[in-house]
């Protein structure tokens, strides 16, 4: 299970290679345990809960659709990228769709 150091740390990595926290997403027990500790780290994502424990990033391109990078927050690495545009009507569908994808490939990791 993730704690408060692990995804300090998933973070930090993002950040320093030019991705900006925008969302996390968490199990009832992970956002029982972390939801203060993330708010306080980073005041300015938004916290959602989900079935699964992950983290959207974007790094804005230097032309063209936003890089949005969701990313597993587990003991095993997993991410899956989209480029998006923000504005677009559909845009919260491609998130919620990308989710599906990324929880469906992260439970059939597990069961392997």
Same mark, same amino acid.
Do not use: C, N
């Given at each position: 299970?993730?704690?408060?150091?692990?995804? %300090?740390?998933?973070?930090?990595?993002?950040?320093?290679?030019?991705?900006?926290?925008?969302?996390?997403?968490?199990?009832?027990?992970? %956002?029982?345990?972390?939801?203060?500790?993330?708010?306080?780290?980073?005041?300015?994502?938004?916290?959602?809960?989900?079935?699964?424990?992950?983290?959207?990033?974007?790094?804005?391109?230097?032309?063209?659709?936003?890089?949005?990078?969701? %990313?597993?927050?587990?003991?095993?690495?997993?991410?899956?990228?989209?480029?998006?545009?923000?504005?677009?009507?559909?845009?919260?569908?491609?998130?919620?769709?990308?989710?599906?994808?990324?929880?469906?490939?992260?439970?059939? %990791?597990?069961?392997?």
């Amino acid at each position: 299970m993730t704690d408060a150091s692990d995804f %300090r740390s998933i973070v930090d990595m993002y950040v320093k290679h030019g991705w900006i926290p925008r969302r996390v997403l968490l199990s009832a027990a992970l %956002r029982k345990e972390l939801t203060d500790k993330i708010a306080e780290y980073i005041p300015e994502s938004q916290i959602v809960e989900r079935e699964i424990d992950a983290a959207w990033f974007s790094r804005p391109p230097s032309e063209g659709p936003i890089a949005w990078e969701i %990313r597993s927050l587990g003991s095993t690495p997993y991410a899956l990228v989209e480029h998006l545009d923000e504005i677009d009507p559909g845009f919260e569908a491609a998130l919620a769709t990308v989710e599906k994808r990324f929880a469906a490939a992260v439970a059939a %990791r597990r069961s392997a």
